[in-house]
């Protein structure tokens, strides 16, 4: 009684919160949300609305969600070859989750590849559609080894970091604690709505509607698309399989194009359209092709720039130090990958190593390192 309660009052919340005005893709990276693993229960996942003209991305209140977390006891378990399928009862309702194994048992975690009926686990993943009904394609299930321990570390707002990808849920009190918990983010985080900064709605010409007639020029929402996936994550490279794959830019190329069905076809103008964007970026230095075979790229970002800056600096010390534009005509000549890469990015580079004490600026942008 007490779980059915509890998950109709947290319908009722997210219809509440529902209200709130929705946002177009580009702005989703900006909500911390849509980049964390949501914890939600189970009657969440399978009647949360999908966020309108985007299928796949859901809704919680008007925050775009991918990505979530669920806590439950094992109930049913069916092992084959290339994946386990099993399904979490939390006392709201019976999720189905699909864990795809990577084909070799050694490196499978033993948790994992030993999961049992009855077990309590908590499980990552993405929501998906699978004939029909919506299940769960986990990606991890986190294990609490010391509860009390990690209590007080979020108490003091610390970091706590889940390094193990997959386990079975060791806490016998982590179920009651997860109730608590939702109640408590629904009442507060969730609840809040998703408002993307002035600056942001403004764009660079102080007009919303500057923003909204790039959606005329498919390309370049497919660009615009692509870095907000890339200046979500710490990686430096990418693979292209991996990035046609990722929601919210497919998400983007599908409004844009406004596809609607899911075959070969859209498949298609969705790798074309991303190849084209690819194109342009490298023209333009923010991306560079480093694997061929592998498909594989690498952001030219001013991680990747700075140590370069540094040892050209060092090497070509002169006492009234070098300018930027030597610094960037270097780096034009000194590597393949670094021939187009944008000045702005160079400069960036240029104030993080200031920043960092290894070099030091002698006049108006002539620089010299450290000794």
């Known amino acids: 009684m007490l779980c059915r309660l509890y998950s109709a009052l947290g319908r009722f919340v997210f219809i509440f919160m529902s209200l709130s005005p929705l946002y177009p893709p580009r702005f989703w990276g900006l909500d911390k949300l849509y980049w964390s693993y949501v914890k939600l229960n189970c009657a969440d996942v399978l009647e949360i609305p999908e966020y309108p003209k985007y299928s796949g991305c859901y809704c919680v209140g008007n925050h775009p969600i991918v990505r979530v977390e669920l806590m439950g006891d094992v109930v049913r378990l069916h092992r084959k070859t290339k994946n386990l399928v099993f399904d979490l009862d939390d006392g709201t309702g019976i999720c189905s989750c699909c864990y795809w194994l990577r084909g070799d048992e050694e490196e499978e975690d033993n948790d994992t590849v030993k999961l049992k009926l009855g077990q309590l686990v908590t499980v990552r993943g993405k929501i998906t559609v699978y004939r029909g009904q919506r299940q769960l394609t986990a990606a991890a299930v986190c294990i609490l080894t010391c509860s009390l321990y990690l209590s007080l570390l ?20 982590a179920e009651c604690r997860r109730w608590v918990e939702l109640i408590h983010l629904k009442a507060t985080v969730y609840k809040k709505p998703f408002m993307p900064p002035k600056e942001a709605l403004e764009g660079k010409h102080g007009k919303l509607d500057s923003l909204r007639q790039s959606d005329n020029d498919p390309v370049s929402v497919t660009r615009e698309a692509i870095l907000d996936y890339l200046n979500g994550r710490e990686a430096s490279t990418f693979l292209f399989k991996d990035l046609k794959e990722e929601p919210v830019v497919v998400f983007a190329i599908r409004h844009t194009l406004q596809l609607k069905e899911d075959n070969f076809l859209a498949h298609d103008k969705i790798c074309q359209l991303l190849r084209k964007a690819l194109m342009l ?61 944008q000045r702005s990015v160079v400069k960036e580079s240029l104030e993080q190593l200031v920043a960092d004490s290894d070099i030091y600026e002698v006049s108006h942008r002539r620089y010299k390192a450290v000794d």
């Open 281 to 341: 970026m490298a023209e333009d230095g923010q991306v560079y092709l480093s694997n061929l075979i592998e498909d594989r790229y690498e952001v030219l970002n001013f991680r990747v720039v700075t140590p370069i800056v540094l040892r050209i600096i060092t090497e070509l010390q002169k006492d009234d130090g070098i300018h930027l534009e030597s610094i960037v005509s270097s780096l034009h000549a000194s590597r393949s990958k670094l021939a187009k890469v």
């Open 154 to 173: 979020r108490e003091i707002n610390c970091f706590v970091p889940y390094l193990v990808l997959s386990g079975v849920e060791r806490d016998v009190h």
